[in-house]
T-cell receptor, first 111, second 111 residues
Framework: QKEVEQNSGPLSVPEGAIASLNCTYS??????FFWYRQYSGKSPELIMS????GDKEDGRFTAQLNKASQYVSLLIRDSQPSDSATYLC???????????FGQGTELSVKP | EPEVTQTPSHQVTQMGQEVILRCVPI?????FYWYRQILGQKVEFLVS????????KSEIFDDQFSVERPDGSNFTLKIRSTKLEDSAMYFC?????????FGSGTRLTVV
């Protein structure tokens, strides 16, 4: 059974701080990794995708991938109250293309 | 920006009834998916569809469920004889290569 694990939180950070969200996955052969943001009652919204080891930056967001450690992270710089949401880590399944989701980490950014 | 459209946004049905959830994927996407999310739980894969046939289905996707692409634009999920435990958000998604685009979801409530 392929698993994706996240701390469920809640993670609380003050406005302007860096929020760090972590994810581990069980399938060493995984090749594609995604971070989605989900507001309560809404659908997942793609924030970042990453396929290679290292960092990938997009605005205030940085995704980090370490395949040797089977670890993916998302950093949010200059956190804003509007960033308060649940962040879902998803790993692409090579065989069928489906995504395997973690439980999600609830982030709360306090003004 | 292209969207995946789902209808209805909310469906209430009596236990034992059949429901059809509808999706219009992004027009040049090739892969189509249904996921569900029970309140407070992970997003779970149900089925993937490519080239007019099911490419993969999960253990959840038993004989109660079926999918169809009746024309060039619509993609439907049919749930026969609904049960209380089918109450969830159902998300349609489509992709071309890489990350998905999710629809806004249908909240199914079985009473």
């Amino acid at each position: 059974q392929k698993e994706v694990e996240q701390n469920s939180g809640p993670l609380s950070v003050p406005e302007g701080a860096i929020a760090s969200l972590n994810c581990t996955y069980s399938d060493r052969g995984s090749q594609s990794f995604f971070w989605y943001r989900q507001y309560s009652g809404k659908s997942p919204e793609l924030i970042m995708s990453i396929y290679s080891n290292g960092d990938k930056e997009d605005g205030r967001f940085t995704a980090q991938l370490n395949k040797a450690s089977q670890y993916v992270s998302l950093l949010i710089r200059d956190s804003q109250p509007s960033d308060s949401a649940t962040y879902l880590c998803a790993v692409g399944d090579n065989q069928g293309g489906k995504l395997i989701f973690g439980q999600g980490t609830e982030l709360s950014v306090k003004p | 920006e292209p969207e995946v459209t789902q209808t209805p946004s909310h469906q209430v049905t009596q236990m034992g009834q059949e429901v059809i959830l509808r999706c219009v994927p992004i027009s040049n996407h090739l892969y189509f998916y249904w996921y569900r999310q029970i309140l407070g739980q992970k997003v779970e894969f149900l089925v993937s569809f490519y080239n007019n046939e099911i490419s993969e289905k999960s253990e959840i996707f038993d004989d109660q469920f079926s999918v169809e692409r009746p024309d060039g634009s619509n993609f439907t999920l049919k749930i026969r004889s609904t049960k209380l435990e089918d109450s969830a958000m159902y998300f349609c998604a489509s992709s071309r290569l890489g990350g998905y685009t999710f629809g806004s979801g249908t909240r199914l409530t079985v009473v």
